[in-house]
DNA sequence: GTATGTATACTAACCAGTGAATATACACAA
DNA sequence: TTGTGTATATTCACTGGTTAGTATACATAC
């Protein structure tokens, strides 16, 4: 590990990042992701050892910002949790209004590498997704929630169809329908603590 | 229109339906798929103007067979609408299971193809998915739910979530989780008629 | 003998990965 | 200070294979 190898290396993640996520990992070839970055592809084989690597590198990288943004939209709005969460639903529509937008990194690579299960930039998206799984499911633990994991994957499934659904239709208002669901989901839970039929 | 080359230009399709839904349309050559209806890459250009052509054919294909499978899950069962909806949840949870299922074919399309939003493929998933839609609005609406669309979309989403997140976790289950959301929202939708909180 | 349908053989481009050489930096000995 | 070795970092040029699409000729039917 050299030290002034490291922005090298981000360099290349970052031209990957760009054309990956915009064109999709098959589409763009490791010459384009080197061009990009401005060298050679030989020297990006020098700090990837293959193709593969550096289509997990570029999930790896999304990971952590992906995170601090939900957090951040969740813990930046006022009012209860269903409140919260559907402002992460609202912040995501407006995100994907953006013409540059091109749904989930992360699922969209589930999608093109689907006959490639054990691939690694695989293990990376679904990791990245139960990480927001648990952190949903702590959150609702601590309002008291009966069955929290059940009410995160609910969540998650809305966010990841949410994704689907608006790439598809390129209809961003599909993801503020999710998030009046999972405002329900969530009210409907918290109100009955105890007795059925509220 | 020839009589004649019907079955041929059907084996094509079947070929095609069978390799790009297991391997992924860029992944898979036109080679292979004329090697696999038995015939060569010329004849299947005689009977396609090109590849995306061919792509837009495989979906075509899906279309009715899909809708015609929902419809029959939801028939099939007994009771009411929620339960009936969540019945399709449950046989899609049953198909998720099968080794070869490999996900949504209109949505991993649209998620490898998310460069060409005008691309035919995405316009016959998109109008697939559409499809699905109203007929579940429509069958709401005879239910005298308010908003049948918003629920009809909600649906959908909770649907097409479940195809990316089973897809990227191998996690049938989640499918089932889906479609207790989706008796959640409709319970909560027929009980309500007219009066806030119940 | 003309429409339809099929096959052989080809083009021109692309693509993941590599061999061999080179440049740079830095440690340490003279 | 200068010379030398070594690990790091980068480039040029290449290979072997794949790919979408085509030019041309041949077959078959009516």
Redesign the pocket.
Known sequence: M????EP?RERIVQAANALFYSEGIRRV????VAAKAG?????L???FK???DLVAAYLAARDQPNLALFRKWFSETEGGVPGKVEAIFKNLARSARHPKWKGCGFLRTSAELANMPGHPAIRIGAAHKKKFEDWLRATFAEQGVKDPLKLARQILLLLDGSFAVVLLHRDASYMETAGEAARTLIETVLRKPRHRRG
């Open positions: 050299s030290r002034s190898s090298t070839s490791v010459d384009e060298l050679t592809k030989r020297t084989y020098y700090h293959s193709k593969d």
